[in-house]
């Protein structure tokens, strides 16, 4: 019986485990949640924190022991190293196990970019308040802190020469999960999803997408990303720069046997690698957004490498060409009513999904990061102004009562 490991069990993982029913495979999953949506899903269910690289290994080599397990799939969670090491336990293809704890820190990635001549933004590895004032006063702009080691913009914050550089360095460290702040230059410019397969040493570009900052002095000093959109609007010239940089990347770290994926920008000075994770993306990008637009599979063809099987990566070609957007929800703070208009907003032609994450008497706090939004829509159209416009008028529709 092919029994995968997929990982974790919350909503943006539900694609991957229709997916794998498809395909007919056995699924065990594992989640910190003793009620994560996913675990309806699957054949087995655990409750375990798949972040715990001890605890999670201890479980499968238990669980191996008895039922064999045929591949592990990290989908939309920035744990990679715990994946590559059962992927590394059970003998299965998937990131090594160097080149996953080098896609999640953050100073090491970029340093080894850097000495391979790839270019990325200006970095410096800050160790406390004054050598943040330092180095933003040296370069006089605006410049982006960040923990080393995090995701979904947690603990990241625009820094300038006028922000409080003891309050801004104290925030970036409560969010560091181990150790290490990083500074960066900010990059203005378009930004950039870009996401593929890495099979045999070949990088297959499966999803390109403009990442949408309009909220980028809105939510200032926070970084919050609303959505993205397909197609890009980049030439085609600067899509193919982005396209070599990225393998460039992918292959620099090491990452191969895996899926792959880039937050790039594209700069006055061309193009720039901000960051490359060894995992497949969240935010609904190759579970919803690419399959729509463009009708290929990532998830497949990732679920089918996992379990040692040919991915197939003929069929990571695209079949349509659809215009296709997501877009957040961002209530204000307080406590949650009532969420009015859902149906009304659901039934606006073109939407295709709309799920609202916080219900009536939860809590909710300042926006502060990816977690802090109240959920997404997703619609198509024949061109980009259409499935934007139909996504920002869903998100419209929608009221949030706070008290």
């Not at 100073?107 to 004032?133: I, N, S, T």
């Not at 300038?160 to 925030?171: K, L, R, T, V």
Request: proline letters at 4%; charged letters at 25%; hydrophobic letters at 40%.
């Amino acid at each position: 019986m092919n029994r995968i490991l997929l990982l974790p069990a919350g909503i943006p993982q539900r694609e991957a485990f229709i997916q794998a029913k498809e395909l007919g495979l056995y699924i065990v999953t594992v989640d910190r949640s003793g009620a994560a949506p996913c675990f309806r899903l699957a054949d087995e269910h655990f409750s375990l924190d798949p972040g715990n690289e001890t605890e999670l290994l201890d479980f499968v080599a238990e669980y191996h022991f008895r039922k064999p397990l045929s591949g592990v799939l990290l989908v939309g969670c920035d744990i990679p190293v715990s994946c590559a090491k059962v992927a590394k336990f059970l003998g299965t293809p998937g990131i090594d196990v160097d080149s996953a704890k080098l896609t999640v820190d953050k100073f090491a990635m970029k340093k080894v970019l850097y000495q391979r001549g790839l270019a990325v933004p200006d970095f410096f590895e800050v160790k406390c308040a004054e050598d943040l004032k330092r180095h933003v006063h040296e370069f006089n702009c605006k410049m982006v802190l960040k923990p080393n080691d995090n995701c979904g913009a947690r603990g990241i914050l625009q820094i300038n020469p006028e922000s409080d550089f003891e309050a801004a360095f104290d925030y970036a460290r409560q969010n560091v999960k181990e150790s290490g702040v990083l500074l960066e230059k900010f990059e203005s410019g378009p930004q950039v999803s870009i996401e593929g397969l890495v099979y045999e040493g070949n990088v297959y570009v499966t999803g390109f997408a403009d990442r949408n900052y309009e909220f980028i002095d809105r939510f200032f000093p926070y970084i919050i990303e609303n959505g993205a959109t397909i197609p890009t609007a980049l030439s085609k010239s600067h899509q193919e720069e982005i396209i070599e940089l990225f393998s460039q990347g992918v292959k620099a770290l090491g990452i191969n046997n895996s899926v792959a994926k880039g937050d790039m920008v594209y700069t006055e000075e061309g193009a720039k690698i901000i960051e490359i994770a060894g995992r497949i993306s969240g935010g609904k990008f190759s579970s919803c957004l690419v399959p729509k637009a463009t009708g290929v599979n990532l998830l497949k063809a990732a679920l089918k490498l996992a379990n040692g099987q040919n991915p197939d990566v003929e069929s990571l070609q695209p079949t349509r060409n659809r215009s296709v957007a997501v877009r957040y929800f961002f209530p204000s703070g307080g406590k949650l009513s009532r969420i009015n208009n859902v149906e009304e907003a659901k039934s606006l032609l073109g939407i295709s999904e709309l799920v609202t994450t916080y219900e009536p008497g939860d809590c909710i706090s300042e926006i502060k990061c990816h977690a802090d939004r109240g959920g997404w829509v997703v619609s198509s159209g024949n061109t980009r102004t259409e499935a934007i416009r139909t996504a920002g008028k869903a998100v419209s529709t929608v009221e949030f009562e706070v008290e």
